[in-house]
Nanobody, 128 residues
Framework: QLVESGGGSVQAGGSLRLSCTASGRTNSSYCMGWFRQSPGKEREGVAS???????TYGDSVKGRFTISKDNAKNTLYLQMVSLKPEDTAMYYC?????????????????????????WGQGTQVTVS
């Protein structure tokens, strides 16, 4: 089970840190990431991290967002700075098993969301 928190309302230029805590059975080999979706728009991949520590980012958030994972706390983070109104969306964390050496962990490839089999309920981020 994945539970997100940390969303809220912030002014443009502000910062937020989203958290996603995993409970129950967790895998030591994982691909985890953040997606976002706003009304009337397609779901967009934001960032990903795998159990080797490799990260990827969507072009729209590169240099502003940082994904990280605290394995001891089973918690995924998304640090967001320099927020823009276009960052307004529901943010979801997602996870799947990662096949090290055979796999590429990303959230930004077309259709990749379907490969994630564990999703949180979402947390709203509003930037005005």
């Amino acid at each position: 089970q994945l539970v997100e928190s940390g969303g809220g309302s912030v002014q443009a230029g502000g910062s937020l840190r989203l958290s996603c805590t995993a409970s129950g059975r967790t895998n030591s080999s994982y691909c985890m990431g953040w997606f976002r979706q706003s009304p009337g728009k397609e779901r967009e991949g934001v960032a990903s991290i795998d159990s080797t520590g490799s990260t990827t980012y969507g072009d729209s958030v590169k240099g502003r967002f940082t994904i990280s994972k605290d394995n001891a706390k089973n918690t995924l983070y998304l640090q967001m700075v320099s927020l823009k109104p276009e960052d307004t969306a529901m943010y979801y964390c997602a996870a799947r098993y990662f096949y090290r050496g055979l796999d590429y962990c990303t959230t930004t490839s077309k259709g990749v969301a379907g490969s994630f089999n564990n999703w949180g309920q979402g947390t709203q981020v509003t930037v005005s």
